[in-house]
């Protein structure tokens, strides 16, 4: 890498730095508002989650420079949770002065010699020392640029680097694979038991009635088999059409992910308010998943919120799908005593995704799905 693309990647880094500072910075304050606005219907939940979701964008802007300025394309990247974020985001609020300041000390440096000793009396002893002291300051500022940036860069790994290990790491995803091979091997059973009870106890009563139809002389009464045989047909193309329905609805193969929300929204009993922001298509199983999750949640509020309405709210910025289904019910859900809200971790999980539930006593509940994940 050249002089030149070197000074460039510094000088924009620490503008970059720069920036995100002054944001953190007021990011910070409006959390603070919005943690004060938390009483107030309407307004401190909703602030507060817009205001996540910039702090995740900011943190994830942050990790991109910090890969490359540390040259490090490490797993720790695209990841992420509310805490870590949290935490880097009111320290770069207080830190990010700290390199500008230097600069500027360097600088009035330079001016106090160049102002101050330039205007003595020249002499061949006070013009070396001028000639020394201006070169000292350009080496020091000149040292001191990559430090900082490499000192911010570091410090920003620090504080954004998931706290698990490796090893924790791995066990992490060994146990959501595992739990998704026994969600698979449980679909799996259940759809041989709905075709062995259902589509094929009827297939097999018509080619009885087909059979015994045969060898019957009575016109009436083979018609009679006739019809009972076309309308048992019918009952198991209908038993067909919901399996299939179950396994991959037609309505998302067609209309992708934002119009299967839509009609799952239309058939909640809950009147629900949908925003979709989904310029694309994403991968067919991450469409499923996520779809299957949002219409447990909308399943789940039917049944248990007493909501009277609900928020559902997709959008996809910067590599991360986020779907937030929020309900003005009476609160109280926990993952640990639902299996609905199980099952939708357990979907998330395969795709390396998380769900994260604010539900406290007297509501409102506000279920937030993550996955990491490109359009198409």
Avoid at 353 to 369: D, E, H, K, V, Y
Wanted: charged share 20%; aromatic share 4%.
């Amino acid at each position: 890498m050249t002089w030149t693309r070197r000074a460039s990647d510094v000088i924009s880094g620490l503008l970059l730095n720069l920036a995100t500072g002054m944001a953190a910075l007021a990011l910070v304050a409006m959390l603070l508002v919005s943690l004060a606005l938390i009483p107030v219907a309407g307004i401190g939940l909703p602030l507060l989650d817009r205001l996540r979701m910039l702090v995740r964008s900011l943190a994830r802007i942050q990790r991109a420079w910090v890969s490359v300025a540390l040259d490090s394309d490490s797993p720790w990247r695209a990841a992420g949770s509310d805490k870590r974020d949290l935490a880097w985001l009111a320290v770069h609020a207080c830190t990010w002065p700290f390199p500008p300041l230097v600069i500027w000390g360097l600088l009035v440096a330079f001016d106090y010699i160049f102002t101050r000793v330039s205007v003595v009396q020249p002499t061949r002893v006070t013009a070396f020392a001028l000639s020394v002291s201006v070169a000292a300051i350009a080496t020091v500022t000149l040292a001191a640029l990559p430090l900082l940036r490499t000192g911010q860069a570091r410090l920003s790994a620090l504080l954004l680097r998931p706290a698990t290990s490796p090893a924790a790491r791995i066990r992490q995803l060994t146990k959501s694979r595992a739990e998704v091979v026994d969600a698979q091997a449980a679909e799996l059973r259940r759809i041989e038991r709905d075709l062995h009870d259902g589509a094929q106890a009827k297939l097999v009563a018509i080619r009885m009635n087909l059979g015994l139809a045969r060898n019957i002389r009575d016109p009436a009464q083979v018609q009679m088999m006739i019809d009972e045989a076309h309308e048992v047909a019918g009952e198991a193309l209908t038993d067909l059409r919901d399996l299939v329905r179950g396994i991959h609805p037609p309505v998302l193969a067609d209309r992708g992910l934002a119009g299967a929300v839509q009609a799952a929204a239309l058939l909640c009993p809950v009147p629900v308010e949908v925003q979709i922001d989904l310029p694309g298509r994403l991968e067919a199983p991450v469409e499923s998943a996520v779809y299957f999750a949002a219409a447990e949640a909308l399943t789940n509020v039917a049944k248990h919120s007493g909501a009277s309405r609900v928020w559902l709210r997709v959008s996809h910025a910067a590599g991360l799908l986020r779907v937030a289904v929020r309900d003005d019910g009476r609160g109280g859900a926990d993952i640990a005593a639902g299996t609905g809200l199980r099952g939708i971790d357990r979907r998330l999980s395969a795709f390396d995704g998380r769900l994260i539930l604010n539900s406290p006593a007297g509501g409102p509940t506000q279920l937030i799905m993550e996955l990491p994940c490109a359009l198409s």
